[in-house]
C-alpha cells in the first residue's frame, strides 16, 4: 500500500457523459501528478499540481481538466468521453516537486467509455 | 525529444534464469532513473531509483539496476527470477529541469515459467 488512495476503482460510463476521478495523495505530499495507461499509448503525464497549483502539463486533452484542493486531494475531470477515452487513471504522489523525488502511485480508475 | 526505450516487449523465462531488461532514454544531461513493477491488476510499485552517486543501486526483491551515464541506460537485473517475479516492468525518467513528471518506457512484460 502506498499511501495514494484513488475512487473510484471502477467506472464505466457513456459517451458524451463526464466523470470526476478523485485522489488522496500520501499524508504530508504537495505534489500529485495524474497518468493515463492505454494500450496502445503506455503511461503518459497528464498533469501536476504542487500545493494548490498547476505545475506542468503533458499530453491532456482539452476536454479533461483537474485541480487540487486546500486539503491537498485532486480531481481530475473528464467530459464530452470517446471511446478512446477508455483507460486506466492513476494518481501519483510526491512530497515536494523537481528533482531527487519520488512518486508514489495509487491503485488507479479504471474507466470504461460505452 | 524526452523519451524512453524499453527494448523487450515481453520476455519469458523460467525460474532461476537471470534477467536483464534494457532501459535508454534519449540524452544525457541530469536525470532520475526508476525502475517500477506492475503485478497483475495492481498500481504501480517502486523497485528502485538513482539519482546520484554510485551507478549500480539495488533495489526490493533482489533487484538491481546500474546506470551507463555513456550509454544513457539503465538496465535492471536480477540474478535469479522467481513465479512471483511475473509482472510488468516499467523504466521512467525525469529529465532536468522538469518539474518532477516522468517519461515512462512502454513496458516490458516478463512471464516466469515455474
Known amino acids: 500500500d502506498s499511501g495514494v488512495t484513488q475512487t473510484p476503482k471502477h467506472l464505466i460510463t457513456a459517451t458524451g457523459q463526464r466523470v470526476t476521478l478523485r485522489c488522496s495523495p500520501r499524508?504530508?505530499?504537495?505534489?500529485v501528478y495524474w497518468y493515463q495507461q492505454s494500450l496502445d499509448q503506455g503511461l503518459q503525464f497528464l498533469i501536476q499540481?504542487?500545493?494548490?497549483?498547476?505545475?506542468a502539463k503533458g499530453n491532456i486533452l482539452e476536454r479533461f481538466s483537474a485541480q487540487q484542493f486546500p486539503d491537498l486531494h485532486s480531481e481530475l475531470n473528464l467530459s464530452s468521453l470517446e471511446l478512446g477515452d477508455s483507460a486506466l487513471y492513476f494518481c501519483?504522489?510526491?512530497?515536494?516537486?523537481?528533482?531527487?523525488?519520488?512518486?508514489?502511485f495509487g491503485p488507479g480508475t479504471r474507466l470504461l467509455v460505452l | 525529444a524526452q523519451s524512453v526505450s524499453q527494448h523487450n516487449h515481453h520476455v519469458i523465462l523460467s525460474e532461476a534464469a537471470s534477467l536483464e531488461l534494457g532501459c535508454n532514454y534519449s540524452?544525457?544531461?541530469?536525470?532520475?532513473l526508476f525502475w517500477y513493477v506492475q503485478y497483475p491488476g495492481q498500481h504501480l510499485q517502486l523497485l528502485l531509483k538513482?539519482?546520484?552517486?554510485?551507478?549500480l543501486v539495488k533495489g526490493i526483491k533482489g533487484f538491481e539496476a546500474e546506470f551507463i551515464k555513456s550509454k544513457f541506460s539503465f538496465n535492471l537485473r536480477k540474478p535469479s527470477v522467481q513465479w512471483s517475479d511475473t509482472a510488468e516492468y516499467f523504466c521512467?525518467?525525469?529529465?532536468?529541469?522538469?518539474?518532477?513528471?516522468?517519461?515512462f518506457g512502454k513496458g516490458t512484460k516478463l512471464s516466469v515459467k515455474p
Open positions: 501519483a504522489s510526491s512530497a515536494n516537486t523537481g528533482d531527487q523525488e519520488t512518486q508514489y
Open positions: 499524508s504530508g505530499d504537495l505534489s
Open positions: 499540481y504542487y500545493n494548490g497549483e498547476e505545475r
Open positions: 540524452y544525457g544531461g541530469t536525470v532520475n
Open positions: 538513482y539519482f546520484s552517486g554510485d551507478p
Open positions: 521512467a525518467v525525469r529529465y532536468g529541469g522538469s518539474q518532477g513528471n516522468l517519461i
